[in-house]
Each structure stands twice: as structure tokens, then as C-alpha cells.
């Protein structure tokens, strides 16, 4: 029977990560390239987490662009915002000094900020219910697939070109993407390749109560909801060890470990491809323990709960002796965040109406964003005094935080938006 139904929805999707691995290549191409940078634009460590932090500041705008896609749809809004990140990426080539270099990372952090808000919004119109956690594990492969290849392209480009034409090739691509989905993408009720049997199963999965109750996205009804903080919360504390990742492990690799750039471009993506087998394990354990009769939010918080007790191997990875130790660490740090941010993440679409649900992402990644900016801050401001050690000690306990408050605060709205057979 499910071979009948058709597979058009994973098509969409996989488009969707492939848009999304496009994002995360251009905003991890900076990383790769800063310890090349910082002698022609005059960038200290210090200016580099400022630039970072300008960038976190940028996609913690989130919230209006989850507002501005809930109202555009989904077609023209992710066309617009990939158009947008993909010109402001190439645009870097133009930086002259570390302050031109940070304003146009703030405007690349509010166009490509889309990311999560408009993956899950595809997931929640795309999806019955219990098929969200592996959609949004495949789109989410591509936030690990982006940062991946950003090293070795990066490195490339750089070692053939120099450092501007990372940015205009990594741009480029921003912009076929977005020529791509324009032409590509149509809604459930519009898709002329969708059967009637994929379209019938995709409804009969959906949580029709929860559309019944939102006529449009509210800000404000949001706030003043217990699971969206939740969320909030967890993701807070959550994300400071992915904008290490990022945003910091090729310059730690390099300052602290000793790493030339063709190191960097052999090791550096190592950490992504253990998250992209996180992004599917999170939602493979989610549902292996549904399917021993836990209900659907209890599932998550398990999975969650499970990917940050794997988050204590974390602290370790400033103090021992082997770099390549201090990597492999790095690695099973990578895929216990995937395997628990996965989870937390598609609870959006569990508990909110898929027309508000990119606004709930947005606000929740703004929440997210706003703890990877503080770490961020810290580390540019503070590794010159006491070294990366610290730092990797607080990011490694605190999703044990987190997992406690998604028990204490989520609260399922009726029971029959948690089981799905």
C-alpha cells in the first residue's frame, strides 16, 4: 500500500536540502577562510568574534523572516531570501577591512536566518506527522553537508584563486538554488507530479485541530505559550556547541592545535559528517521509542535526552594531548547534537499550526542564536586569557539543562496530537 502512495514529498524536501546545504556552505566559508583573512583585513581574534557575533546577531532576526514567509508562502518567500544571501555572499569579495566584513555579515545572517523557519514550514505542509522527524533530518543533513564541504571548497578556492572568489563561487550557488525552487516548487494543493493517494495521506497525518484554531501567525499568542519557551529554552542552550563548529573549530584547529590550511581542509569537515548520521539517528530513535508505546512528544524528549548525556565527551576536548583525539571528540559531540537538536526542532511543527510554524521556528531561533552570539562573544573576547578549555567544558553540560526543562515545561495541547500510529 505505501508504494502506491508516491514519493513526490521526499523530492521536495531533498530540494529543500539542498538549499540548505547551499546556506550553511556560504555561512561557513568565512570560518575556513578567516585565519587567510585576518593579515589583509587587518582581523584580530577579537574582531573575528565580533564578526561572528554581529552575524548571530543578524540571524536572530529570524522571527520577521518566519512572519515574512508565512505571509509570502513558501514559493516566493525562499526564493527572495536565497536570492538575497547568495548576492551578500558574493559581495564579501568586496570587503576592504574587518568592519565591511561585519556589516555584510549581519545582512547575511538576516537573509539566511530562512533556513530553519522555511524547512520546517515545508515539513509541516509537506508531511503527516509521523513522518516530520525524518524530513526534517534529511533537511537538516544539509546544515552538516554545508559546513563539510565548506573546508576542502574554501581551502580550494583560496589555494587557486584567493580568498574573494571562495565567496563569489559559494554565492553563486546560492543563486542557481534559488532559480531552482522557483521553478521547482508548488504547494500540496497545486503540485501536478503529487498523486491523490500521496495528497490524502499527507492530510490524514495532519493535526486538523491545530489548523482549525490559527487563521494567521501572532507573535504574541505565541509568547504566551509554555511549549514555545520549552523550545526556546532548550535551543538556547543547545546551540553554542554548533556555532563552535561553525564558526570556530577551523580557527581553533589552526591557533590551538597547529593545523596549516591543508589540514584544515582534511580534518575540519570531519565533525559534519558524524552530524549528518546524527540528524538521521535523532528521528530513528524518536521513532524506535514511539514504537514501544511512548507518545510522540515523550519520544522526542527522550531522543533529546539521550543526545545530551553523549554531549559529555565534549569538555574533554581541550585538554587532551592528541589533536586528532580533540577531533574524534568533536565528532561525537556533532552527532549527539544533531541527534538531540533534530528532535527538539521538529517539536515546532508537532505543537503549533502549520501556518504559524515558521514564525514559531524563527522565534525559537532566535532564542538558539542568541546563546551561539554569547559563546561567540566569549570565546573572540576571552581565548587569549584562557584558551579554548573552558569553553568546551560549559557548551558540554549544558543540553543536560535543557533536556530537564523539556520535561518540566512542554505540555502536549491534546493527547491526540501525540500518538500516530
Not at 550553511?24 to 570560518?31: D, K
Not at 504566551?224 to 542552550?237: E, K, P, S, T, V
Request: overall charge positive.
Amino acid at each position: 500500500m505505501r508504494s502506491r502512495i508516491g514519493a513526490t514529498r521526499w523530492g521536495i524536501i531533498s530540494l529543500v536540502m539542498l538549499g540548505t546545504i547551499i546556506n550553511y556552505l556560504t555561512r561557513s566559508a568565512l570560518s575556513v577562510a578567516a585565519s587567510t583573512m585576518m593579515t589583509s583585513l587587518h582581523m584580530t581574534e577579537k574582531n573575528y568574534g565580533v564578526i561572528t557575533g554581529i552575524f548571530q546577531f543578524g540571524i536572530m532576526l529570524q522571527p520577521i523572516a518566519g512572519y515574512i514567509l508565512d505571509l509570502v508562502k513558501l514559493k516566493l518567500g525562499l526564493t527572495l531570501f536565497a536570492l538575497a544571501w547568495g548576492l551578500i555572499t558574493m559581495a564579501h569579495a568586496l570587503a576592504g577591512n574587518w568592519q565591511g566584513l561585519a556589516f555584510l555579515r549581519g545582512l547575511q545572517g538576516f537573509a539566511e536566518g530562512i533556513a530553519q523557519p522555511g524547512g520546517l514550514k515545508v515539513v509541516a505542509e509537506w508531511f503527516p506527522a509521523r513522518e516530520r522527524g525524518f524530513a526534517s533530518g534529511i533537511y537538516n543533513i544539509g546544515a552538516s553537508v554545508g559546513s563539510m564541504l565548506a573546508p576542502p571548497l574554501v581551502a580550494w578556492a583560496i589555494l587557486s584563486y584567493n580568498w574573494r572568489a571562495a565567496f563569489i563561487i559559494s554565492g553563486a550557488l546560492a543563486l542557481i538554488w534559488a532559480g531552482l525552487w522557483y521553478v521547482c516548487y508548488q504547494t500540496p494543493d497545486r503540485h501536478r507530479s503529487l498523486s491523490k493517494a500521496e495528497r490524502d495521506y499527507i492530510k490524514a497525518g495532519q493535526e486538523t485541530h491545530l489548523e482549525a484554531a490559527v487563521q494567521r501567525p501572532s507573535p504574541l499568542r505565541i509568547l504566551a505559550q509554555r511549549n514555545f519557551w520549552g523550545m526556546a529554552i532548550a535551543r538556547f542552550l543547545a546551540d553554542p556547541i554548533w556555532g563552535m563548529l561553525v564558526f570556530w573549530v577551523p580557527l581553533y584547529l589552526s591557533s590551538a592545535r597547529g593545523f596549516d590550511l591543508k589540514h584544515i581542509a582534511l580534518f575540519a569537515w570531519l565533525p559534519f559528517v558524524a552530524a549528518d548520521i546524527g540528524c538521521l539517528f535523532g528521528p530513528a530513535l524518536a521513532l524506535w521509542i514511539q514504537n514501544r508505546g511512548v507518545s510522540l512528544i515523550n519520544a522526542r524528549r527522550w531522543a533529546f535526552s539521550i543526545g545530551a548525556c553523549m554531549m559529555m565527551c565534549v569538555p574533554f576536548v581541550g585538554y587532551v594531548a592528541s589533536p586528532y583525539v580533540a577531533i574524534a571528540l568533536l565528532c561525537v559531540g556533532a552527532f549527539a547534537h544533531q541527534t538531540l537538536s533534530v528532535n527538539v526542532i521538529t517539536m515546532a511543527s508537532d505543537l503549533f499550526s502549520s501556518r504559524e510554524v515558521a514564525t514559531v521556528a524563527g522565534m525559537v531561533g532566535t532564542a538558539a542564536n542568541l546563546g551561539a552570539l554569547l559563546i561567540s562573544l566569549a570565546i573572540g573576547f576571552m581565548v587569549a586569557k584562557t584558551g579554548y578549555g573552558p569553553f568546551f567544558i560549559l557548551i558540554g553540560g549544558l543540553d543536560l539543562i535543557g533536556a530537564a526543562l523539556l520535561w518540566l515545561v512542554i505540555k502536549p495541547k491534546a493527547a491526540g496530537t501525540e500518538s500516530h500510529p
